[in-house]
């Protein structure tokens, strides 16, 4: 072999040499989940160092809930998402239309509260708020009203026209409905008296059925929302303003409104899907989360510092103060409970 020819060959397995490793690199994992301060601490914190141990590049597709569970139902049968992280009523969703694929076995589930398992061991949560009330605390001292302490208490006359609660489509103004039906003899399989009473009680209190974050911040900083049925992680955003917001799970309990994770079945990247999911719940993970994005840890071995442990559910106490609804009986009525909720309720 002539030396021209060597080298040329000598360059070709060069070539293939470099290329085959660039392809080995560019496996691309597609996680869908939240915009906002999620998306910020995923794609600064989390992400990078997800795709330095195990060589993969993680595209992260935007959206809420609704929107991410509409793209999987949308591509069903070529799904372009791998792993995907919605609100937990969605997620039961999502697993009951068999988005979902199995959870693989890793010691970091171990770690978890009890909390975080989802019954069909196809999804997990990976974080917790807690809905409860947040309300202006200055308000509340000039008028000599003491904190609310009870869910009875969003009945109470003296809130009228100073009460915002979220409408039903939207996980916390759902969670009253359902403590409501259950204080009064229902609940999730009887959803009736919760509708009582709003219709009867709680209307009159109610400012406005308010789902958009921003526009219940505006409320309150105007001085015309007193309280409302709100999560802590949003409650710790408006303290963060330096507007007098305080939270409080009514003595009932608060109920969990977690952020739950599954790898999508029959996703291209089986495995990297998995150890995303697993690397969602690793400790680093879980802090990041809790301290940028408010979500309380669901992994048990996680130490938050003090000062980082405001407005978010952490630890074996506060954890046992958060109830889960039952989102299977939920997700079934949920539609017809929308509509009554829009014919009498929100009218």
Not at 42 to 48: A, D, G, Q, S, T
Not at 112 to 137: C, E, M, Q
Not at 209 to 215: A, F, H, L, R, T
């Amino acid at each position: 072999m002539g030396p021209m020819r060597a080298f040329i060959l000598g360059l070709m397995s060069t070539a293939a040499l470099c290329c085959g490793a660039a392809q080995a690199q560019q496996k691309t994992l597609y996680v869908a989940a939240y915009g906002g301060s999620f998306e910020q601490t995923m794609r600064k914190e989390i992400i990078p160092a997800f795709e330095q141990k195990h060589g993969v590049k993680v595209e992260y597709v935007a959206g809420n809930s609704t929107d991410n569970l509409a793209k999987l139902q949308a591509q069903r049968g070529n799904q372009q998402i791998d792993v995907v992280i919605l609100d937990d009523g969605p997620m039961y969703q999502a697993v009951a239309l068999g988005f979902c694929a199995d959870l693989a076995k890793a010691p970091v589930y171990d770690e978890l509260y009890d909390l975080a398992r989802i019954p069909s061991g196809k999804a997990v949560n990976v974080g917790a708020v807690g809905t409860g009330f947040v309300y202006n605390k200055k308000m509340f001292e000039e008028n000599g009203w003491p904190a609310p302490a009870s869910w009875n208490d969003i009945k109470d006359p003296k809130y009228k026209k100073k009460l915002v609660i979220p409408p039903i489509n939207n996980s916390y103004g759902l969670h009253a409905l359902v403590m409501m039906a259950r204080l009064n003899g229902g609940g999730e399989k009887n959803i009736e008296p919760g509708f009582k009473e709003f219709a009867g009680t709680i209307n009159p209190n109610v400012l406005a059925y308010e789902p958009s974050p921003g526009k219940m911040t505006e409320l309150f900083q105007s001085g015309q929302a007193a309280i409302a049925v709100w999560g802590s992680g949003r409650a710790k955003a408006l303290a963060d303003t330096g507007f007098p917001a305080a939270f409080v799970y009514p003595k009932e309990g608060g109920i969990l409104l977690a952020s739950a994770a599954c790898p999508i079945a029959g996703s291209k990247n089986a495995a990297e899907a998995q150890q995303f999911v697993q690397h969602m719940l690793m400790p680093d993970a879980q802090t990041s989360l809790a301290v940028s994005a408010g979500f309380g840890p669901v992994n048990k071995t996680v130490t938050l510092p003090t000062e980082k442990q405001a407005g978010i559910p952490y630890g074996p106490e506060q954890i046992a103060k958060l109830m889960v609804v039952d989102w299977d009986t939920i997700n079934a009525n949920r539609e017809a409970w929308n509509k009554r909720w829009t014919r009498e309720i929100e009218r």
